[in-house]
């Protein structure tokens, strides 16, 4: 940088343009050329040119220039066009029905998968409980049939009736009543002596089912 | 221009009124072609095309009125125009002379061009000869209708900058026609 006491002379010239500027072109011009307004009579000769050229590009339409109009109307027709009534609601009816189509499909599967596992007894223990007294899947790990079914010894008898993947408290209510402590399986007599949660579900079959087989099949679901 | 009636125009055409969209396409398509064969002049009517499929697909949510309704029609066309260039530069097409004269499409004769348009056509030829953003400039504020500060959004540039790209272009162009010596 140099300092203040250079002359001007000596200061650099800086050309903005290498053609003179067009005469006339003022921003009142340039604006009425762009704003397609109506020249002065006594305008130069360049600025006339100008405006035919902006005449031009104002002109009427050609026929080439209309050329898409069946395939614009067309996509109208398909997208927007017959629209008034009941085709409206078609278009939108996907929209509000899928969310409602997703949450049965995924609550479909849920339940299905939940009774699947419940039958394959796959379920966590209280999930199995809840399958269990939901849809009648088998109950859950080996203690639990014990617990409601006292007076079934723990042997094979009653892994056979639950291993078959039935209520055997509901097939030998009479068991719930008779229960003995002493036929337990191990859990506590205040338990043991209790009567079963299905007792009071076979009144009539209370009292004579000492001589039941134990080994009996289940009934439910039959 | 639709002018005062082009509320009723448009809220007839989002009802699936086929002749008020025709109405809305006649009005705005050869404005909308000649812009487009300036700054995309070997795709024009496929861009133009292209648009409109774009604008019906959203018509019904539009709101606005005529000038933005032509500020959204250009700046969908601008878009696409965006789109293709970068299309075109991801895919290089086939130069025309080595495909065999047997498979190249056979368009209609140019006579068939009406002959009083032939000045339309050459003032696009004079615009396309400016530097791109003049000649965008001056297209929608001539062409498309749309005030300065509409093109200055549209664009992404500021008004003032606008304003002087308009100017000189305007400049530039009369330049060029004196330089020519070009009547129309």
């Known amino acids: ?222 | 221009v639709i002018g005062s009636g082009f509320a009723d125009v448009l809220a007839a055409a989002q009802q699936g009124d086929d002749s008020a969209f025709t109405q809305l396409w006649q009005d705005a398509n050869v404005a909308l072609v000649r812009y487009l064969r300036v700054i995309a002049p070997d795709a024009a009517e496929d861009i133009a095309s292209d648009t409109w499929v774009q604008v019906v697909r959203r018509l019904r949510r539009f709101r606005g009125d005529e000038a933005a309704w032509r500020a959204w029609l250009f700046t969908t066309a601008r878009r696409r125009t965006i789109d293709q260039a970068r299309r075109r530069s991801r895919r290089p097409e086939t130069p025309i002379d080595d495909v065999p004269a047997s498979d190249l499409p056979v368009s209609a004769d140019s006579s068939d061009i009406a002959l009083e348009h032939l000045s339309t056509r050459a003032a696009l030829a004079l615009l396309k000869q400016l530097p791109p953003v003049q000649a965008e400039v001056i297209l929608l504020r001539v062409v498309a209708g749309l005030d300065t500060g509409t093109v200055a959004r549209l664009v992404g540039r500021s008004p003032g900058a606008v304003r002087v790209a308009a100017h000189r272009g305007l400049r530039q162009l009369a330049q060029n026609v004196t330089k020519a010596g070009v009547t129309l």
């Open chain 1, 1 to 222: 940088m140099t300092g203040r006491g250079v002359s001007d002379s000596d200061m650099p010239d800086f050309a903005r343009s290498s053609s003179p500027p067009a005469p006339g072109f003022h921003d009142e011009t340039c604006s009425a050329l762009l704003a397609g307004t109506a020249l002065p009579a006594d305008a130069p000769a360049p600025l006339q040119h100008v405006a035919n050229v902006m005449a031009a590009l104002r002109a009427g339409s050609a026929a080439d220039e209309l050329a898409g109009q069946a395939r614009a109307l067309a996509e109208f027709r398909r997208r927007v066009g017959g629209s008034r009534g009941p085709h409206r609601f078609r278009i939108r009816r996907p929209a509000v029905l899928s969310p409602i189509v997703t949450a049965v499909a995924v609550a479909v599967v849920c339940l299905g998968g939940f009774a699947i596992a419940g039958y394959a007894r796959a379920l966590p223990p209280s999930a199995q409980r809840l399958a269990h007294e939901t849809i009648r899947a088998p109950s859950g790990g080996d203690g639990a049939p014990a617990a409601r079914h006292p007076s079934t010894p723990a042997g094979s008898g009653s892994s056979r009736q639950t291993g078959s993947g039935r209520c055997a408290a509901r097939s030998h209510p009479a068991k719930h009543s008779d229960a003995r402590p002493s036929q337990t399986s191990g859990r506590g007599d205040k338990l043991a002596a209790r009567p079963g949660p299905c007792a009071g579900a076979h009144p009539a079959r209370g009292r004579n089912s000492a001589s039941d087989h134990p080994d009996s099949e289940p009934e439910h679901g039959r």
